[in-house]
Every structure is written in structure tokens, then in C-alpha cells.
């Protein structure tokens, strides 16, 4: 079975720009959390997302949005970029909402220049 | 607001020597995991703890869970190079769900 799978793998963009991170979650997942995770540190929430709907926010600027799709596929996107938002972004799903571990996507590797 | 910290942040282990890492929480919580990242990769989930007393094992790791004293242990026996990695803990609480705080994480690096 394929696992969460995040696209791009790598991305490149300046300050100022927009960016948006796309996350397919395992077949019958329904939950998906984002997290940015800086080098060095553990990941920080940011997202969660139940059944098209959001469930949990992290603190984090209104700058960071996402949404769920009816296939439960989700979309961050981050606008007004910053250097500081720099850091691999990981998507994680779970099958429900608690009990289980959630399952972690490879992430996306943004850097701003 | 929910703290999670791990100890210790870094450290190196000879091969086939025990050792433990100590992951305490500010506030009750209901559940605690725990995962592994290689370099440049993703996280693993290793452990799922859902109530007081829980004990998992796999392999030469085995967590536990106290969530009298707010503890969660993961104790490594006769430690091999493959387990070098970092390794995270994580809190989930009440209806909190799918928001996981992370404690710092622990490097781990087994020497031969």
C-alpha cells in the first residue's frame, strides 16, 4: 500500500513569494496534520484537518492556510514567504481521530533565499 | 500550554550497553508516541502508550508510560549500530486530536 505521499520534494522560492505544498494521505486516512519541522528541532503543529474540515490550529500567522479536498487529499499553502519559514514541512494521516500513530509523509524541503 | 522535554538531547552508546531516554509532559495528556527519523528522512512510529502503566516492546526497544509522574521511558537494550537515529516523543491530549507536540529529541549514536 502506498504510504503519504507530499509533493514537491524540494523546493526553492524568495521572500515575498507564495508557495503551496500538496499531501496524499494514506487510502482510508481521513485525518491529516501538517507540521513544519526546522533543523535541529522537533516538528511544530501547524494543521489538522477531519473530514474537509479544520479540527486544529498551531500557532502560527495567518500567512499559513490550508484545506481538505473531498478525496481528503490537502493543500498548505504560505504566503509572504520569510526566510524564517525555511524547514521541511511534513503532512501526516491517521484513519481516525486518536488511538493510532500518524503516519508521516517524506515532506517537502522548502528553503528561502 | 503543553511542554514536552526529552533527556538526554544527545547521547552516544557503545554497542551491546543499556541505556534509557526520559520524555516528561507538562500536562495530563492522553496519549504518547514515540518515533524515530533517520538523517534527511521521515518519522517512523515506533510506540503507541494509551494508558497508565502501558509497556510496548519491539525488539531491543521497550517504552513505558506513567501518567501519574507525567513520564514516558524508552529504555534501549544491548544497543546495535542500526539505532542510531533520533528519537522523538510525542503528546496528544483530550480532544486535541491530531495536534502531536514534540519533545526536542534525543540523538542517539551507537559506537562498536
Known amino acids: 500500500d502506498a504510504g503519504v505521499t507530499q509533493s514537491p520534494t524540494h523546493l526553492i522560492k524568495t521572500r515575498g513569494q507564495h508557495v503551496t505544498l500538496r499531501c496524499s494521505p494514506i487510502?482510508?486516512?481521513?485525518?491529516v496534520s501538517w507540521y513544519q519541522q526546522v533543523l535541529g528541532q522537533g516538528p511544530q503543529f501547524i494543521f489538522q484537518?477531519?473530514?474537509?474540515?479544520?479540527?486544529g490550529r498551531g500557532n502560527f500567522p495567518d500567512r499559513f492556510s490550508a484545506r481538505q479536498f473531498p478525496n481528503y487529499s490537502s493543500e498548505l499553502n504560505v504566503n509572504a514567504l520569510l526566510l524564517g519559514d525555511s524547514a521541511l514541512y511534513l503532512c501526516?494521516?491517521?484513519?481516525?481521530?486518536?488511538?493510532?500513530?500518524?503516519?508521516f509523509g517524506d515532506g517537502t524541503r522548502l528553503s528561502i533565499l | 500550554e503543553l511542554k514536552v522535554e526529552q533527556n538526554p538531547l544527545f547521547l552516544s552508546m557503545q554497542e551491546g550497553k543499556n541505556y534509557t531516554i526520559y520524555c516528561n509532559y507538562s500536562?495530563?495528556?492522553?496519549?504518547l508516541y514515540w518515533y524515530r527519523q533517520d538523517p534527511g528522512k521521515s518519522l517512523e512510529s515506533l510506540f503507541v502508550?494509551?494508558?497508565?502503566?502501558a509497556v510496548k516492546q519491539e525488539g531491543r526497544l521497550m517504552a513505558s508510560l506513567d501518567t501519574k509522574a507525567r513520564l514516558s521511558t524508552l529504555h534501549i537494550t544491548a544497543a546495535v549500530h542500526d539505532l542510531s537515529a533520533t528519537y522523538f516523543c510525542?503528546?496528544?491530549?483530550?480532544?486535541?486530536?491530531?495536534?502531536?507536540?514534540f519533545g526536542q529529541g534525543t540523538i542517539l549514536t551507537v559506537h562498536p
Open positions: 501526516a494521516s491517521r484513519e481516525g481521530q486518536g488511538g493510532q500513530p500518524q503516519h
Open positions: 487510502s482510508g486516512h481521513k485525518s
Open positions: 484537518y477531519y473530514e474537509k474540515e479544520e479540527r
Open positions: 500536562t495530563t495528556s492522553d496519549r
Open positions: 502508550l494509551l494508558s497508565n502503566g
Open positions: 510525542a503528546v496528544e491530549r483530550g480532544t486535541s486530536y491530531g495536534k502531536l507536540t
